[in-house]
């Protein structure tokens, strides 16, 4: 848990800016804002005020200040914005006055996130939606990031853990009260189906593809044998010189990778050493290995020229298309290209995003990340164990199921998760 103080920092970028955001949260942030702006303005009303040193009165800017009473704030603190005019000296000086009063310090990265989520304002998938919608340089991860962040993952979180919660009530009456007129003698099979219910919803959520491909793109390899034209198509497929291309066999002797946006997806392609059967020395034999590690962690493979040895995913690519004699596939090759002409590739990158889908969560889908993945999976066991006809034991499954959902949403004691959690965060933030 963070301390009590009463936390600034700038939240609207490094300065200088035509405009920088200072924002104020803690017991006292009312007290040592109106320390430097004198009267503060009515609740969400913005208003102009000369700010002040309170040491001794000199003028430190003229500023636009908001004050937000808790607990409807973003940290379910009291906030007070300063918005500053955005030079390097001028939130300098404001800075300094308010450390300068007591129970005050500059702000860490990720606490005014991390308060808001002590105190109730957001749950930890929140947070972690907020987190990766920082990072998001894509669309794709935009969406998926916002989603979250908006609470998609919490709203069911908290619809499983009420249902639970009340089918325990209804086991606790089992019981506890089974022999008063009063209480209803609910069958086993009943409270079983709607366990059933919970889990089947859980499982539905599981199997929607995880969201960290959207994060750190999908990985899609270069093979084939050598001088098959592996580094000429990395190039067009990323629209630069990545690799260097020669008419010499071996030329690539390891993993060449480059990271592509296209579509509002992010992409990884890896150029790889190509693959013989007869390496010509030990260097060589280190790049077939690598490539072959390449393949089997990929997400999609480019065969070139070559029977492929990969999944449902992988590509058979005829290239060198506008070579004689090489005009038409012999093999029932999916994508036909040229890299020096150009021919085919936006065809092929078609298919790429075609297969990419299938990787990746629909369109502003509900999916969770890794952690909460793992988390859920956990809560899935539980309540399989609770298909049981012993009441005792169903009982002690479904508390276990409920604190699992607990930890996702960030509800129980997990504070290396959290400082996991919001160690990406920035200052301000």
């Known amino acids: 848990m963070t301390d009590r103080a009463t936390i600034f920092a700038v939240s609207s970028g490094a300065p200088p800016a035509g405009i920088a955001v200072l924002r104020i949260s803690g017991p006292r942030a009312l007290g040592v804002a109106g320390a430097i702006a004198g009267t503060l303005p009515e609740p969400r009303r913005a208003a102009l005020r000369v700010l002040r040193d309170p040491h001794d009165g000199s003028v430190l800017d003229r500023a636009i200040v908001l004050v937000f009473p808790g607990p409807r704030t973003a940290t379910g603190e009291d906030c007070v914005e300063f918005h500053l005019h955005g030079g390097r000296a001028v939130v300098a000086a404001v800075e300094a006055a308010l450390y300068a009063q007591a129970g005050t310090r500059r702000a860490e990265a990720g606490e005014f996130t991390r ?16 987190g990766d919608l920082l990072a998001a340089q894509t669309e794709g991860q935009r969406r998926a990031a916002l989603r979250m962040a ?8 908290e619809r499983w853990s009420e249902r639970l919660v009340g089918i325990a009530a209804r086991i606790e009456a089992q019981l ?7 209480v209803a003698d609910e069958a086993v099979d009943a409270i079983s189906a709607d366990i059933g219910q ?4 859980i499982d539905q959520l599981l199997s929607v593809p995880a969201v960290e491909r959207l994060h750190h793109g999908v990985r899609i390899v270069i093979a084939g044998p050598p001088n098959s034209g592996k580094s000429t198509l990395l190039n067009a497929l990323t629209g630069r010189d990545v ?3 020669s008419p010499i066999s071996g030329t690539t002797r390891d993993r060449i990778e480059a990271a592509v946006v296209r579509g509002g997806l992010a992409y990884i392609l890896t150029d790889t050493a190509g693959l013989t059967g007869n390496p010509g020395d030990e260097i060589e034999r280190i ?7 390449a393949i089997e962690g990929a997400d999609i493979v480019l065969w070139l020229d070559a029977p492929g040895q990969g999944g449902r995913n992988d590509i058979r690519i005829h290239a060198r298309a506008d070579l004689p004699g090489r005009e038409m596939p012999k093999h029932g090759e999916e994508a036909v290209v040229s890299a020096q002409t150009g021919v085919g ?6 298919l790429i995003a075609e297969r990419a889908a299938k990787l990746l969560p629909e369109v502003d889908s509900v999916s969770v990340n890794e952690r909460q993945r793992a988390l859920l999976a956990r809560c899935r066991i539980d309540l399989a164990a609770a298909q049981n006809d012993d009441m005792l034991i169903v009982a002690e499954e479904i508390r276990r199921a409920l604190g699992v959902l607990d930890e996702i949403a960030g509800r ?4 290396d998760v959290l400082d996991a959690v919001f160690a990406r965060f920035c200052i301000g933030k």
Not at 115 to 130: K, S
Not at 150 to 157: C, F, L, P, Q
Not at 345 to 350: G, K, N, Q, R
Not at 412 to 415: C, D, L, N, T
């Open 115 to 130: 308060r808001a989520l002590e105190n109730g304002v957001i749950d930890l998938t929140e947070a972690e939606g907020l």
């Open 150 to 157: 908006e609470g998609g993952v919490r709203a069911r979180i």
């Open 176 to 182: 506890d009260f089974s022999d008063e007129d009063d």
């Open 198 to 201: 919970v889990a089947a919803e």
């Open 243 to 245: 690799a260097i291309v």
């Open 287 to 293: 790049g077939i290995d690598r490539a072959r590690a």
């Open 345 to 350: 590739i936006d065809a092929l990158w078609t």
């Open 412 to 415: 129980s004691g997990i504070e």
